[in-house]
């Protein structure tokens, strides 16, 4: 699910952190050495999600800035893309949750600690070198339609959903896959910084599922 990923990405954030309250330049120097190691290629196999700042997220973050700070609001994005297999083949994918640590970025952990229909509570964890967490989602299924998972209780959000849809496309064996993702820090800068990288996260995402999908099944011919 894509909250493994912007875990992973907020627990490094955390450990330089410290630099960007220093002010705007000392800001900028923590950025880059938070996103140069988003970028190492080093230190992960999915990686190169890396946006240039923007203006306004550091004047919120300078504490000379005469500028009132907005008021924060949730963020919201929608991937969406056709792919090579059927509903049914995707789906099994997506709610497998079990199978996550095995190829979804940054995660460590993933298991089913309790089920109920077409409900169940995950536990994923994430890692980033010596940082780790774990948190629990509730997910929701509906067979070959959609997976909906909300995370419970975490510290870092206000709250953080994201669902995948599977529907029918143009030709048999292909889909149509739309993941939606939306989410508020309960801080304010976590908010702010999650800007950078947001939309590449969901991408990312997108794709290492896409790539599950032909470990599981195969590469069809490329849907058009």
Same mark, same amino acid.
């Given at each position: 699910?894509?909250?493994?990923?912007?875990?992973?990405?907020?627990?490094?954030?955390?450990?330089?952190?410290?630099?960007?309250?220093?002010?705007?330049?000392?800001?900028?120097?923590?950025?880059?050495?938070?996103?140069?190691?988003?970028?190492?290629?080093?230190?992960?196999?999915?990686?190169?999600?890396?946006?240039? +700042? @923007?203006?306004? #997220?550091?004047?919120? &973050?300078?504490? $000379?800035?005469? *500028?009132? =700070?907005? /008021?924060? !609001? +949730? @963020?919201?994005? #929608?991937?969406?893309? &056709?792919?090579? $297999?059927?509903? *049914?083949? =995707?789906? /099994?994918? !997506?709610?497998?949750?079990?199978?996550?640590?095995?190829?979804?970025?940054?995660?460590?952990?993933?298991?089913?600690?309790?089920?109920?229909?077409?409900?169940?509570?995950?536990?994923?964890?994430?890692?980033?070198?010596?940082?780790?967490?774990?948190?629990?989602?509730?997910?929701?299924?509906?067979?070959?339609?959609?997976?909906?998972?909300?995370?419970?209780?975490?510290?870092?959000?206000?709250?953080?959903?994201?669902?995948?849809?599977?529907?029918?496309?143009?030709?048999?064996?292909?889909?149509?896959?739309?993941?939606?993702?939306?989410?508020?820090?309960?801080?304010?800068?976590?908010?702010?910084?999650?800007?950078?990288?947001?939309?590449?996260?969901?991408?990312?995402?997108?794709?290492?599922?896409?790539?599950?999908?032909?470990?599981?099944?195969?590469?069809?011919?490329?849907?058009?």
């Amino acid at each position: 699910m894509g909250s493994v990923s912007l875990m992973a990405g907020m627990r490094a954030m955390r450990s330089d952190v410290g630099m960007l309250r220093m002010g705007m330049g000392a800001g900028a120097m923590g950025s880059k050495r938070i996103f140069a190691r988003f970028a190492s290629g080093d230190s992960f196999d999915r990686r190169g999600f890396v946006s240039p +700042p @923007k203006r306004a #997220l550091f004047t919120s &973050l300078n504490p $000379f800035a005469s *500028e009132e =700070v907005e /008021e924060m !609001v +949730p @963020k919201k994005h #929608l991937e969406r893309r &056709l792919v090579n $297999f059927s509903p *049914e083949q =995707v789906y /099994e994918v !997506v709610k497998n949750v079990d199978e996550y640590k095995e190829f979804v970025p940054w995660c460590t952990d993933s298991r089913i600690i309790s089920s109920n229909g077409s409900c169940f509570q995950a536990k994923l964890g994430v890692g980033f070198n010596l940082l780790s967490e774990q948190y629990t989602s509730l997910v929701t299924v509906e067979p070959q339609k959609s997976v909906r998972a909300e995370v419970q209780n975490n510290p870092l959000f206000q709250f953080l959903v994201n669902e995948w849809l599977f529907k029918q496309g143009p030709r048999e064996s292909t889909t149509w896959l739309e993941f939606l993702i939306a989410f508020q820090f309960k801080n304010q800068m976590y908010q702010g910084l999650s800007s950078i990288f947001f939309d590449q996260v969901a991408s990312k995402m997108v794709q290492a599922f896409e790539q599950r999908c032909i470990e599981k099944y195969g590469r069809m011919k490329q849907a058009l």
